[in-house]
């Protein structure tokens, strides 16, 4: 079975700050990867995926920006943070690239103040 | 797409009780539906799925139920635990070579002892 690891767990940063949130999937190849936020008490937004190294597509226009370098390694990038980037962000995983099902990691939470 | 509400519908069961979480889709031509399971501070996890070749899948005392026609999906939990406390979603996917899920809003359930 695969495993999602997101680091880091919790993150403090100021408005106007960089971001860099690791994603890394273990168990299996040639995963999509996602990104998704969640705000308090909503659902899930689906933010950025990708179907193989190098290849994202964007959800939704934002300050985000996300990169695959490697086959298990998913990274959410910013280079200025807003209030509104605030959010619990959660990285999943399929087993394979013609999987449906997504495995989630533990989330970052973030806060930018 | 998105998943949006101001507040998540709620549940409340006795500990014992069996719970039945409703979800309704819009897009008639998914094909593939997942239940998820949060708890305060984690990520979704995995629950159960069903195609939509079948409408209805057993696992470990929980049941999903899928009606076609009137695009209604639902998950019971047979003797609800106080562990099952948590926030219960449902997703799907439309198919073919898009292997992104559009989650629904997500339902609280509360299990009083």
């Known amino acids: 079975s695969q495993t999602i690891h997101q680091w880091p767990a919790t993150l403090v940063q100021p408005v106007g700050s960089p971001l860099s949130l690791e994603c890394t999937v273990e168990g299996t190849s040639n995963p999509n990867l996602y990104w998704y936020r969640q705000a308090a008490g909503r659902g899930l937004q689906l933010l950025f995926y990708s179907v193989g190294i190098g290849q994202i597509s964007s959800e939704v226009p934002q300050n985000l920006s996300a990169s695959r370098p490697q086959d298990r390694q998913f990274i959410l990038s910013s280079k200025k943070l807003l209030l509104s980037d605030s959010g619990f962000y959660l990285c999943?995983?399929?087993?394979?690239?013609?999987?449906?099902?997504?495995?989630f990691g533990p989330g970052t939470r973030l806060t930018v103040t | 797409g998105e998943s949006v509400g101001l507040h998540l519908p709620t549940l409340s069961v006795q500990e014992g009780d069996n719970s039945i979480i409703n979800c309704a889709y819009s897009?008639?031509?998914?094909?593939?539906f997942i239940w998820y399971k949060q708890e305060s501070g984690k990520g979704p996890q995995f629950i159960i799925d069903?195609?939509?070749?079948?409408d209805k899948r057993q696992g470990q005392r929980v049941t999903v139920l899928l009606n076609k026609t009137v695009k209604h999906l639902s998950l019971q939990i047979a003797a609800t635990q106080p562990g099952d406390s948590a926030v219960y979603f449902c997703?799907?996917?439309?198919?073919?070579?898009?292997?992104?899920?559009?989650f629904g809003k997500g339902t609280l359930l509360t299990v009083n002892p």
């Open positions: 897009n008639s031509a998914s094909d593939y």
């Open positions: 069903i195609r939509s070749n079948m």
């Open positions: 999943a995983s399929t087993a394979g690239v013609r999987s449906y099902e997504q495995y």
């Open positions: 997703a799907e996917n439309s198919g073919g070579s898009n292997y992104k899920l559009t």
